[in-house]
């Protein structure tokens, strides 16, 4: 994820960051990616928001939907005052409110929001939970491995970003 951060157009500022409320690991990825970009661009235009995360990871469906729910209660606020052109997200954190936030805002005319779902690297056959709603939802859906790519038509390959 961070290869693709790292490439995404200077267009997109100020660039906002959803994560897990749990989630240390990547504010310190966020704020190091940020620095460097800092270096090259002379500011700094990012923001880093906290949510409830919607899933753990190996948490049993049927009180992912409870965990979900409470995300998207705090989500929506968030993206209805953000109003992100782009949303480029994986993982089970945090992306599936987000995305449906997201839509939300499509729905209602207020404004079309990109969806960029990008699926783990560890998914080699089969797709994340996750994967399998936002497959339906995003408007790209990118995957890193071929045997994924041929399992489902709609995604994009895009190689290992790691």
Request: charged residues 20%; glycine residues 4%; contains cysteine.
């Amino acid at each position: 994820m961070l290869r693709l951060l790292e490439s995404l157009s200077q267009a997109y500022v100020p660039r906002h960051y959803i994560i897990a409320d749990t989630d240390k690991m990547s504010e310190d990825k966020i704020r190091f990616l940020e620095a460097s970009r800092r270096e090259k661009d002379g500011e700094q235009k990012f923001t880093i928001h906290r949510i409830p995360r919607s899933r753990e990871v190996q948490q049993s469906w049927s009180s992912s939907v409870l965990t979900t729910l409470h995300s998207l209660v705090y989500s929506m606020p968030l993206v209805f005052k953000l109003r992100p052109d782009l949303v480029l997200c994986n993982g089970p954190g945090t992306c599936v409110p987000l995305c449906v936030s997201a839509l939300l805002l499509g729905v209602l005319g207020v404004k079309k929001v990109l969806i960029v779902y990008v699926e783990s690297i560890c998914r080699v056959e089969t797709l994340s939970l996750s994967g399998k709603i936002l497959y339906h939802l995003s408007d790209y859906f990118l995957v890193q491995w071929l045997s994924l790519q041929e399992k489902y038509p709609k995604s994009v390959y895009i190689g290992r970003t790691v």
